[in-house]
């Protein structure tokens, strides 16, 4: 058991949206087994702050906080990001904002190849599908 309070549960307002990316940000922590304090340490938040930020509640959290906690936690950034660039705009912020809390971390949003397309991908497993 860690020790220190439990860490609260999602904000009921939060919508899904931020939920989206939230919520397996939230459970990869949780799995973990660290503290907040541990985690915090990590990505350089405060204990209150990181706990604001894995129950939705307070400001909207800039990307570069994201990609941080991201890191520690080994999640891929590129759909992390994706998902958290929607949410931001569905909570009201401007692409500017978007743009500027991303551009300390863009390297690690860019996709690093492209996706299989379709074609291809129905080539590769086409016969073992009907198999």
């Known amino acids: 058991m860690r020790p220190g309070r439990k ?3 999602i904000a009921p307002a939060v919508p899904s949206s931020h939920r989206s990316w939230l919520e397996p940000v939230r459970e990869k922590y949780l ?3 660290i503290t907040l304090g541990a985690l915090g340490d990590r990505v350089h938040l405060a204990k ?3 706990s604001e930020l894995l129950r939705g509640v307070g400001l909207y959290p800039r990307w ?3 990609h941080r906690l991201a890191e520690a936690r080994q999640l891929p950034s590129w759909p992390l990001h994706r998902l958290w660039r929607q949410a931001a705009l569905d909570a009201g912020k401007a692409p500017e904002w978007i743009e500027r809390s991303t551009q300390k971390a863009a390297r690690a949003t860019v996709r690093t190849r492209p ?3 379709h074609a291809a991908l ?3 497993v086409k016969a073992d599908y009907r198999f």
């Open 115 to 117: 996706p299989l397309e």
């Open 64 to 66: 570069e906080s994201i």
């Open 7 to 9: 860490l609260g549960p």
């Open 122 to 124: 129905c080539q590769l």
């Open 31 to 33: 799995d973990s087994g």
């Open 48 to 50: 209150s702050k990181l």
